[in-house]
Each structure stands twice: as structure tokens, then as C-alpha cells.
């Protein structure tokens, strides 16, 4: 939880120059902007737009290759949002046993109705 000496110096200097970067996490459970305001209030000045969560990156994944198809998410509320906001059909319920793609994220602990 501490962050890395000379990290928020570094990501100004990425920003002053104009080169591309992406901070990424391999956390599900919150939308990226979340994780970009924690590293924000440590003094690391990452923008909304340079961070990836696993959730997200799972979300843009299914939104490309799988448009308009009905997904079946296997996980906390939060990522089944974050994969809602890339414009996927998240199934609920019943509807998600005749989903076509199955997306699992930020799962403490499965259960058999999850699975089945």
C-alpha cells in the first residue's frame, strides 16, 4: 500500500513528454477510475484514462469479440458492473444459463448455484 519511490515523478514526466502509458492492476472488484483516485490521493497524478483493471480489460475483451452476445458473469456486483459499461449484456438469473460467453472476476468463494 505504499507507493514506489519516485513513481509520481515518473508518471509526470510520461504526461509532460506525451508517452503512452497504462497503470494496470490485476484487481476486479472496483472500476478502474477507483484504483486511478487511490494512487491520486498518494500524490501519483495517473488520469482515469491510463488505468486497467483486470475487470476492465475482461470487459473490453468480450465487448470486441463477443458483440452483442449475452454474458454470464461469475462474481461480485462491481465487476459485473464494470463489464455492464462497456455496453455487454449481462445476464441475471435464469437468462444467464443460455448465455454464450461466461465472464468470472473478483470471486471471494464459489458457490454451486454460481457454477451450475
Same mark, same amino acid.
Given at each position: 500500500?505504499?507507493?514506489?519511490?519516485?513513481?509520481?515523478?515518473?508518471?509526470?514526466?510520461?504526461?509532460?513528454?506525451?508517452?503512452?502509458?497504462?497503470?494496470?492492476?490485476?484487481?476486479?472488484?472496483?472500476?478502474?477510475?477507483?484504483? @486511478?483516485?487511490?494512487?491520486?490521493?498518494?500524490?501519483?497524478? &495517473? #488520469?482515469? =484514462?491510463?488505468? $486497467?483493471? +483486470?475487470? *476492465?480489460?475482461?470487459?473490453?475483451?468480450?465487448?470486441?469479440?463477443?458483440?452483442?452476445?449475452?454474458?454470464?458473469?461469475?462474481?461480485?456486483? @462491481?465487476?459485473?458492473?464494470?463489464?455492464?459499461?462497456?455496453? &455487454? #449484456?449481462? =445476464?441475471?438469473? $435464469?437468462? +444467464?444459463? *443460455?448465455?454464450?460467453?461466461?465472464?468470472?472476476?473478483?470471486?471471494?468463494?464459489?458457490?454451486?448455484?454460481?457454477?451450475?
Amino acid at each position: 500500500g505504499q507507493p514506489i519511490a519516485g513513481s509520481a515523478e515518473f508518471i509526470a514526466l510520461l504526461d509532460r513528454v506525451g508517452e503512452p502509458y497504462v497503470v494496470c492492476t490485476n484487481a476486479s472488484g472496483n472500476p478502474a477510475n477507483t484504483y @486511478a483516485a487511490g494512487l491520486r490521493a498518494e500524490g501519483i497524478p &495517473v #488520469d482515469d =484514462a491510463h488505468f $486497467e483493471t +483486470a475487470g *476492465s480489460m475482461t470487459a473490453d475483451l468480450i465487448a470486441r469479440r463477443h458483440p452483442g452476445e449475452t454474458v454470464a458473469v461469475v462474481g461480485s456486483l @462491481a465487476f459485473a458492473d464494470t463489464v455492464r459499461s462497456y455496453g &455487454v #449484456d449481462v =445476464a441475471v438469473g $435464469e437468462r +444467464a444459463r *443460455s448465455a454464450s460467453v461466461v465472464a468470472v472476476g473478483d470471486v471471494v468463494e464459489f458457490r454451486t448455484a454460481d457454477l451450475d
